[in-house]
């Protein structure tokens, strides 16, 4: 791997780390930021460095550095919100499969692949976060609470999001590639 390469990992694993301090606190799982630069690490880093990014975050949360929206650490994944940030990781994978080698970058397009992320990210969350809650808190919730409590208060602005991460990424995949810093995105 390349320095480069490394460097651009470790950077959005640092914005996907900032995403977490740009929350707005609701009661089960905030609103954050991450998924924004989850996104982009995928579009500009393609499948396998934005999986690499999105790695490095979660193992640099779990070896005890508070980067995550409630802190870090290996009991983390305790938390009921935990299973997000293993969608974070498959979401930038599939993210990075869907827009690497896009011969025309149309916004439609980047939001399919935007949109697909965030399913992975809903679906790991959602189902995590039933099973924390039924299996390790010891509380009841049925799939139609977890829906309710991890879904459907964020899909809207999650949304309105990847449609700002689609618009504004169609505009800066041809500088990258005007610049010659776009090596996995090829016309």
């Known amino acids: 791997m390349k ?8 950077m959005f ?29 995928g579009i500009f880093l393609g499948a396998k460095h934005g999986l690499y990014s999105q790695i490095l975050y979660v193992g640099i949360g ?33 993210i990075g499969k869907l827009t690497e080698g896009l ?11 935007v949109l697909s992320g965030l399913f992975f990210v809903y ?20 799939i139609k609470g977890a829906i309710a409590a991890g879904f459907l208060p964020y899909i809207t602005s999650d949304f309105i999001l990847s449609i700002l991460v689609a618009l504004t990424a169609v505009h800066v ?3 990258l590639r005007k610049s010659g810093l776009a090596k996995v995105i090829t016309e």
């Open 62 to 94: 779990l070896i005890g550095i508070p980067i995550f929206a409630h802190g870090g650490g290996i009991t983390y994944i305790f938390q009921p919100t935990f299973g997000y940030l293993i969608g974070f990781i498959i979401g930038a994978f599939v």
């Open 103 to 113: 011969k025309e970058i149309k916004v439609w397009r980047i939001l399919g692949a």
């Open 173 to 175: 995949i041809p500088a």
């Open 3 to 10: 320095t480069r390469d490394m460097i651009l990992i470790s």
């Open 13 to 41: 694993a640092a914005l996907t780390a900032a995403g977490a301090f740009i929350k707005i606190p609701t009661p089960l799982v905030p609103f954050t930021l991450q998924f924004v630069f989850c996104a982009y690490a």
């Open 123 to 142: 679906f790991f969350g959602v189902s995590y976060l039933y099973m924390i809650v039924n299996l390790y808190i010891g509380k009841a919730m049925t």
